[in-house]
């Protein structure tokens, strides 16, 4: 009788996590209100910027900028930039 009740209170318990573990896991006030809010909310983070000499993404801040026929370039280094320029020429 007694390992029956542990049993039965042990089941209990694993239901209740397994309720608490879900209900954390859904946003509050999950409706339209909530879906037209996420769409209006800033992203976070900084723009890419695509290195045209050897095509790797580089975020704005880093990248190496250069005025190449009156137009800005963003590079990865100015390494990537004089070669970009040399191939150019």
Partial sequence: MLIRL???LVLIYL???VIRLFHRQRPV???SQQI???KNMPTVG???VEDPNC???VPVSQAYRKEI???NHYFCSKECC???VSEKK
Wanted: charged share 30%; net charge negative.
């Fill in 6 to 8: 542990i049993i039965i």
């Fill in 15 to 17: 239901f209740y996590r």
């Fill in 46 to 48: 900084e723009d890419l």
């Fill in 82 to 84: 004089e070669a970009y």
């Fill in 55 to 57: 095509h790797t993404y």
């Fill in 29 to 31: 006030g999950v409706g």
């Fill in 69 to 71: 026929d009156g137009k």
């Fill in 36 to 38: 037209k809010n996420v």
